[in-house]
């Protein structure tokens, strides 16, 4: 390795630090700039709640099971990578159900279907269709995404539709996380035109008058969600094959130390004994953990901030039937549960019914999710009593009542992050902080800016960025 290389640690070997030490290494190459990464990784493998077990002939996610193409960048990740090939994509919109009296009720997706539903009173109906002429916020600051949706949506759309479907994706409370983290796209609507419905049109209608004017075709339509193949850790396998520098597995970092007069500053010790020394460090841990680790370094108020990021825990639990036992599978891409339901699951994934090759074509798979804010004791069952409930639930929710055929079972404790209102302008006064005190010493990962895949994604491509921004300076005194 060249002696001028900038060293840079990057902690956390999920696809936030594999994106993060990727795109470094692709920015440096075309900045010919001379650096050296090493992703630390505390697990056997890397991928953080990317988890994908093959297992006779089943593709079990425990954590992820596909990402949206909506936000481009898992997509366009796996395009660069050359995994075009191996993409698959939803086939169909997808139906969506919110358990109801026990029964899995459709979430109406248009107009007919919402004067239909049983999951709204005439009143729910009408106040939805308000949402046009309901009166924007004037204050520009966050707030929870429950005051936002019921401001403008109602109480009932938002407690029997939308809170049990957003509390299941990101296992927490609609009315405590912030909006702007959530749906920052929605809240700019409201700002700017006055309400989401007109900014769902306006929204349209600028993206049609900007093919008219560069005289694109309309682009190939993409499908809604994509998986790979094999399983999400396909995505993390190809990012890690890419990356030059070292990741290191069952290696935990202990502890930081920050010493400006040392020609690298930044010493990374190991839980083994061993240290590292760095020009630079990322953390792509999750946001307690950045806590720990900052800890003694950096103002107490700043690692205070990071803890004050509440996670929940939940346990995912795969569970495999011969078709031929169940009479009529389930034809929807999930099931959420509102709290005024007595069923004791977050929600429940119909995982062969949104990709089929998860599994043999005799099997079909459905996923259930366990614990999170509602219930996390739960989350935390004995083997066998945690089968016991799911079956029981499957049992009253579907009517199966046949053997499963496999069972994968996955605990995430912490799983997600719960952005509470305020996040964004935490986060940076955190990193403004950090930059006062800790020059070259940055953060990215799901409990920043966004916790999907493409979200994470993103955050580790524009950190790149910025790094290689404020490293103008150095870049041109090592490429001297
Ligand atoms: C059950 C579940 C389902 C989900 N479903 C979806 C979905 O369908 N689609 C979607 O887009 N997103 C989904 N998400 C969210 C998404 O998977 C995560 O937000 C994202 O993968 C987080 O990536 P990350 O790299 O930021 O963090 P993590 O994946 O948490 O990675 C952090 C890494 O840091 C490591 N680490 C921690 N401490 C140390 C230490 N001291 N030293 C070294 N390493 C350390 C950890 O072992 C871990 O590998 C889901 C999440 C869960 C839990």
Redesign the pocket.
Known sequence: MNQQNLEIVI???????LAAAYYLEKAARQQNLALHTTV????AQ?????ATQQQNGFVFE???????TRKPE?WELCHELGLQDRLVGTTQPGKNYVLHNGRPAIVPSGPGSFLSTPLLSLGGKLRLLKEPFVKPRTEASDESLGSFLRRRLGDEMVDNIVKPAIGSVY?GNVDAMSVQVSFGRFAEMEQQHGSVVKGMFALMKEKRAERKASGEARPPKKPAFATLQGGLMELVNAVAAQIEGDILLE????NLRHDPTNAKPYTVELHDGRSLNADMVVL???TF?MA??LNGVVETAVTEQLRTIPYNP?T?VNVAFNRSDIADPFDGFGVVVPESETSQLLAIEGMSAKFPHRAPDDQFVLRA?VGGQKQPELADLPEAELISLVRQELAQIFGISAQPTQIHI?R?QP??PQPPVGHLAMISEIEKQLANELPQLYL????LRG??????IRQSRSLVGQIMADLQPASQTLAA
């Open positions: 902690v956390g070997g999920g696809i936030s630090g630390l990784e505390k697990e890397p991928g953080g709640k990317i425990g954590g992820p099971e596909s990402f949206v898992a296992l290696t935990a970092v202990s792509a841990t999750p953990v720990d680790l939940v995912t999710f996955q995430w799983a997600n990215t990962g799901a409990g916790q999907g895949i493409p979200d994470c």
